[in-house]
């Protein structure tokens, strides 16, 4: 066994490239792993993504819409997926670029979570996130 200190915030961030969805699948998923000791081990991690099409930098392609999930995140890594509505197979490669979040805790002042939407498939599917109602200050 042994010990480890960290102080503060635990962040780590990056950014990947997810290159072309395979044939037989309209998604693709990577596993991101963290640098070793960035994270107390009984703490959950957070992970905030977001998609971007970086290397589609001209005013004539047209990229379709993409919706990003994570899975199995943990204190040694997590799962990073997209899926691309339509099917313009011309515009599956390069297919999307994730810049990503993980943290433990939250920032001084700050707060996280998690909310889990159920049996999303299609559509709109909403749920509330509820704050405390003390320990925010005022402007």
């Not at 991690?45 to 930098?57: D, E, F, S, Y």
């Not at 011309?90 to 979570?113: K, R, S």
Request: proline share 6%; glycine share 6%.
């Amino acid at each position: 066994m042994f010990l480890f200190y960290l102080t503060g915030f635990p962040i780590v961030r990056g950014r990947l490239e997810l290159l072309h969805v395979p044939k037989w699948s309209d998604s693709s998923c990577t596993t991101v792993a963290f640098p070793p000791y960035r994270f107390y081990p009984e703490k959950q991690v957070h992970v905030q993504i977001t998609v971007n099409h970086m290397k589609l930098n001209d005013s004539v392609t047209v990229h379709d819409a993409v919706t990003s999930w994570t899975e199995n995140v943990n204190t040694k890594n997590f799962t990073v997926c997209v899926m691309q509505a339509g099917r313009k197979e011309e515009n599956f490669n390069p297919f999307a670029t994730i810049d990503w979040a993980a943290y433990q805790g939250a920032p001084p002042e700050g707060l996280t979570g998690t909310i889990k939407v159920h049996k999303w498939w299609s559509g709109t599917n909403c749920a509330d996130a509820i704050f405390p109602k003390v320990g925010f200050k005022h402007l």
